[in-house]
């Protein structure tokens, strides 16, 4: 089977995995529907985990914000979420997304994982997934821009395989990452 044999739907992906410690998860695409949840998981994040994922404070998201980060269309703008099951309902640990970049080949990776969920896998099961959806979507390199202090998620990129590339500005750290290997 080769590349072109394989067909990923991007906005039915879903699949189940296993966290460090056993835990099962579930890896799947966000929604319309998702706007409460991601509020919600949002809303459940460090004032340090916002400033690293957004790079400065954000109070809160708002409706515009959740519907681009819900609405998407799956071919540039790509969004998993990492869900548990906890009381009966489903719950986004974390969420991992990509925007394709001006040059249709790279795209622009980020991350957001609840401060009690950090370490377990998920960042890492995250990148693995989106990766898998780039590179059946055409898009042969992941950037990303990670603030120098952010040392959980610069060690969850290395581990992913991201190199460095040269700072385009102090305290920023740009990476990158080739899907080839999917």
Not at 84 to 108: C, I, K, Q, S
Request: aromatic share 10%; glycine share 8%.
């Amino acid at each position: 089977m080769n590349d072109q044999d394989i067909r990923i739907d991007p906005r039915n992906y879903c699949v189940d995995a296993k966290l460090l410690d056993g835990r099962l998860i579930r890896i799947r695409a966000i929604g319309a529907n998702d706007q409460e949840r991601l509020h919600e998981h949002f809303r459940g994040l460090s004032q340090r985990s916002i400033y690293f994922r957004f790079m400065g404070f954000k109070r809160d998201l708002s409706a515009k914000d959740l519907t681009w980060l819900t609405e998407l269309d799956f071919n540039d703008h790509v969004g998993l979420a990492a869900t548990m099951t906890e009381d009966g309902r489903e719950r986004f640990v974390g969420v991992g997304r990509y925007l394709r970049l001006r040059d249709p080949h790279h795209a622009e990776i980020a991350f957001a994982v609840l401060d009690d969920y950090q370490g377990h896998g998920i960042g890492t099961l995250l990148l693995e997934h989106l990766a898998i959806i780039a590179h059946a979507g055409g898009i042969a390199e992941l950037e990303a821009s990670v603030l120098a202090d952010n040392h959980q998620m610069l060690e969850v990129f290395a581990h992913g395989g991201f190199k460095i590339r040269h700072p385009f500005e102090p305290g920023v750290v740009q990476l990158y990452y080739s899907t080839a290997k999917f």
